[in-house]
């Protein structure tokens, strides 16, 4: 079954510096979404891939996935404390038609210092 | 997107005992999905819920232990039967608008403690 392998799994930073965090999937990616989640609450979208090489981006934070649709990566950019949260990739494991299931990957802690 | 409320936000729990949280959608929606995320683990689905037919369960879940209803476009429950301190979780519904290209989206969560 496919997996989705987050790195690194926990993240500090000062406020102002940039970040990447990591999406590795051991199977082609059918689409690929970027979450965000505050300690215990719901999650909040933030991107969808779908393409390879696709780039997309919103405020300070870009999302990309390569040409083999295999991996994402998440950047952002002068982070705030407001971007502190788990941030999680989540995938269609198998091309449109066949499911409707996301998996999810193990997520990324990001405190960010004032 | 659609607006996503579940209720309860949180609730505490005795063993055997069994608890429904419900989602509620401010639009029709197609699809709608339930999640659970274990301490310290990614989310999991459930099962989809089909608009008046049987959900549709993830290997591992089964009926008698996370019933499920959904009477129309709007709205789904979830019970979590039974409970033992395994079940504790965040119990989170998720819905999708059009086709498998678009993205879910979630409730805020029901976290749920058995004692």
């Known amino acids: 079954s496919q997996e989705l392998e987050q790195s690194p799994q926990s993240l500090i930073v000062q406020e102002g510096k940039n970040l990447t965090i990591n999406c590795t999937s051991s199977k082609t990616l059918y689409g690929l979404y970027w979450y965000k989640q505050k300690y215990g609450e719901g999650l909040i979208f933030l991107m969808m891939l779908q393409k390879g090489g696709e780039e997309k981006s919103h405020e300070k934070i870009t999302a990309k996935l390569d040409e083999k649709k295999q991996q994402s990566s998440l950047h952002i950019t002068a982070s705030q404390p407001s971007h502190a949260g788990i941030y999680l990739c989540?995938?269609?494991?198998?091309?449109?038609?066949?499911?409707?299931?996301?998996?999810f990957g193990t997520g990324t802690l990001l405190a960010v210092q004032p | 997107s659609a607006v996503i409320s579940q209720k309860p936000s949180r609730d505490i729990c005795q063993r055997g005992t069994s608890l429904t949280i419900q989602c509620q959608v401010d639009?029709?929606?197609?699809?709608m999905f339930w999640y659970r995320q274990q301490p310290g683990q990614s989310l999991t689905l459930i099962a989809t819920a089909n608009q008046g037919s049987e959900a549709t369960y993830e290997s591992g879940f089964v009926i008698d232990k996370f019933p499920i209803s959904r009477p129309n476009l709007t709205f789904s429950t979830l019970t979590v039967s039974n409970m033992s301190p395994e079940d504790s979780s965040i119990y989170l519904c998720?819905?999708?608008?059009?086709?498998?290209?678009?993205?879910?989206?979630f409730g805020d969560g029901t976290r749920l403690s058995i004692l």
């Open positions: 989540g995938a269609a494991p198998s091309p449109g038609g066949a499911t409707n299931k996301l998996i």
């Open positions: 639009s029709q929606v197609t699809m």
């Open positions: 998720s819905t999708r608008e059009g086709g498998l290209n678009q993205p879910q989206h």
